[in-house]
C-alpha cells in the first residue's frame, strides 16, 4: 500500500533538530524555523515528516509533534553530536536511510525542503534516485560567513561548491530576506530560481504578556532599564560589543540599568566557552552589579524576558535572518541590531529600531541610551515593530507563502513514480514513537 499524494513533504535539516531543545550551541534558529514552519504547513493541510540526524541512542526515533507532522530522526554515522562542519561523511548514509524509510512507510516524497547546506546536498543526491521537487533554505551562506572568520575548516570549498550547485540546479531557493537574495546572486551564482520568504515568529505567544506583569514575574522593579540579548553564545553573535557597549553607557550610575544575557552554555563546549570569555569581559568592565545570565530561555520564559525589556539587542557580526529579532519586535520591544544580513530587512532603522555598525561599541552606545532615554518613543517604536511582523512574519503566513511556491512547483512537476515495497526493510516499532513534543 502506498501513498504518494502531492501534498506529503518532507523537510530535511540533517544537523538541527526541530524536536531539540532551543539555545544551546548548534540548536538556533534553524531548528525553531523547521519546527515551525513544518507545524503551520500541518496546520494548513500538508503531511510534514521532518528528517533529522540521531545524535543519541537514547534519542527517539520518531517524536510526533502534531498529527501531521513528525521529527524522525535517522541514523547516519556515529549516534553522537558531531560538529556540522564534520558532518558531510554521515550524508551518504542518511540519503540511504531516508530512502529505507520511505520504503517501509510505504510512501514517497513529492517534494523535499532542505535546510543548511548539508541537507541540500542529501536533497539533490535523493532526487537522482526518485523523482522530486527541492526547495531550499540556506539559513547561512558560507560564502558570506567565510568572509568573516580568520580560519577556514577544511570543509569550506566542499561547502562552496555545493551551495553554488544547489542554488544552480534545484528547483527553487528560498531567501529569507533581499539581502540574502542579493547575496547569493553576487557571490554564489546569478544561475537558478530565487523567492523571497521570510523567515516566522509566533505572533500569539509574544506579545501576549504587558512589561508590567512581566517585570512582576521577573522581580524586575518598573523604573529599571532593561537591555536583553538572547541567542547561542558564538562570538559570530558579537555579545562583546554589547557588553563593551553597555560599559559606556551614560545611563550607568544614574539610573537602574540591567543587562540580562539569555542563552544556554555547557561547559567543555565552544558556547560554555564563549560565555566564561563574556562573563570576564563583564568583570573587568565592573559590570558584575549590572549583568545577569540566566542561562537558556525556555518557551514559556521567553515571551517574558522580551516583554520586560525596554530594548533587545542583536550584535551579530553575521546574520542570515535573526529570529531573535522578530520575536522582540513581536512582543513590542524596540531592537538595537548590527546593519548587517537579514537585520536590515527585518529592523526598519528609526522606525521599528535602530541599526548600527557590526562590531561598533560606540555606536551600540549610543543607539541603546538613545532608546532608554526616550520611552515614549521607544514605546512608539516597539508598536511599529509588532505591526511589521504581525502582517508579514506569522508563521502561517510564512506557511502560506511556502504552500503556494511548493504547489506552483509541484503541478509543473511529474507524479513521483510509486517505490517497489521492500519485504527485508525493518519497521520502526511503535515503542519508538514518543508522545507530542516530546524533547529527547
Ligand atoms: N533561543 C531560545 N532560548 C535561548 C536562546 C535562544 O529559545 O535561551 C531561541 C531564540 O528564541 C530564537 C533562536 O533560539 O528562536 C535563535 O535564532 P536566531 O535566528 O536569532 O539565531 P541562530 O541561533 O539561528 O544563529
Redesign the pocket.
Known amino acids: 500500500m502506498f501513498a504518494n499524494e502531492k501534498n506529503r513533504i518532507a523537510l530535511i535539516s540533517v544537523c538541527g533538530d526541530p524536536a531539540a531543545e532551543?539555545?544551546q550551541e548548534e540548536a538556533?534558529?534553524?531548528n525553531?524555523y523547521v519546527l515551525q514552519a513544518g507545524l503551520a504547513l500541518a496546520r494548513q493541510g500538508w503531511l510534514v515528516d521532518m528528517f533529522t540526524r540521531r545524535i543519541s541512542p537514547d534519542q527517539a526515533s520518531i517524536v510526533q509533534h502534531a498529527p501531521n507532522c513528525r521529527t524522525i530522526r535517522l541514523t547516519a554515522g556515529p549516534e553522537t553530536f558531531i560538529g556540522r562542519d564534520a558532518a558531510f561523511g554521515c550524508l551518504p548514509e542518511f540519503v540511504d536511510q531516508l530512502q529505507t524509510f520511505q520504503k517501509q512507510q510505504g510512501i514517497q516524497y513529492s517534494l523535499v525542503h532542505t535546510n543548511y547546506w548539508l541537507s541540500s546536498w542529501v536533497g539533490m543526491e535523493l532526487k537522482k534516485r526518485q523523482p522530486l521537487v527541492q526547495v531550499h533554505t540556506y539559513?547561512s551562506l558560507g560564502a558570506v560567513k567565510y568572509r568573516t572568520v580568520s580560519d577556514l575548516p577544511a570543509i569550506a570549498s566542499t561547502r562552496l561548491a555545493t551551495e553554488k550547485r544547489c542554488l544552480e540546479t534545484i528547483d527553487c531557493v528560498v531567501a529569507t530576506s533581499p539581502q540574502e537574495e542579493k547575496h547569493m546572486r553576487q557571490l554564489v551564482s546569478t544561475k537558478g530560481a530565487i523567492e523571497i520568504v521570510p523567515?516566522g515568529t509566533d505572533i500569539e505567544r509574544f506579545g501576549s504578556v504587558e512589561r508590567s506583569q512581566a517585570r512582576q514575574i521577573l522581580g524586575i522593579p518598573p523604573e529599571a532599564k532593561v537591555v536583553l540579548y538572547?541567542?547561542?553564545f558564538?562570538k559570530r553573535?558579537g555579545i562583546e560589543t554589547l557588553v563593551r557597549a553597555i560599559a559606556k553607557s551614560s545611563l550607568r550610575g544614574n539610573a537602574d540599568l540591567r543587562l540580562i544575557i539569555?542563552?544556554?552554555y555547557r561547559l567543555g563546549y565552544s558556547d560554555g566557552m564563549e560565555c566564561d570569555r563574556i562573563k570576564g569581559i563583564v568583570k573587568e568592565l565592573g559590570l558584575d552589579g549590572i549583568a545577569t545570565f540566566p542561562?537558556?530561555?525556555?518557551?514559556d520564559k521567553?515571551p517574558v524576558y522580551y516583554a520586560a525589556a525596554n530594548v533587545c539587542v542583536?550584535p551579530s557580526h553575521y546574520?542570515p535572518?535573526?529570529?531573535?529579532?522578530i520575536?522582540a519586535m513581536a512582543s513590542r520591544t524596540p531592537v538595537v541590531a548590527s546593519k548587517v544580513g537579514g537585520l536590515q530587512f527585518t529592523v526598519i532603522s528609526e522606525v521599528t529600531g535602530l541599526l548600527a555598525p557590526p562590531k561598533d561599541e560606540e555606536a551600540f552606545c549610543q543607539a541603546i541610551d538613545r532608546l532608554l532615554s526616550n520611552p515614549a518613543w521607544a514605546d512608539e517604536l516597539g508598536q511599529i515593530g509588532r505591526q511589521r511582523v504581525e502582517i508579514a512574519m506569522s508563521w502561517d503566513s510564512v506557511a502560506s507563502r511556502l504552500g503556494c511556491l511548493y504547489n506552483q512547483l509541484l503541478v509543473k512537476a511529474p507524479m513521483p513514480v510509486k517505490a517497489p515495497a521492500s519485504a527485508n526493510v525493518k519497521r520502526l516499532t511503535p515503542d519508538v514513537v514518543k508522545a507530542k513534543g516530546s524533547v529527547a
Do not use: M, N, T, Y
Request: hydrophobic fraction near 35%; include cysteine; aromatic fraction near 4%.
Open positions: 532551543i539555545g538556533g534558529g534553524q525553531v539559513h523567515c538572547v541567542g547561542r558564538d553573535k539569555g542563552g544556554g542561562g537558556r530561555l525556555s518557551p521567553l542583536v546574520e535572518f535573526g529570529l531573535v529579532a520575536e
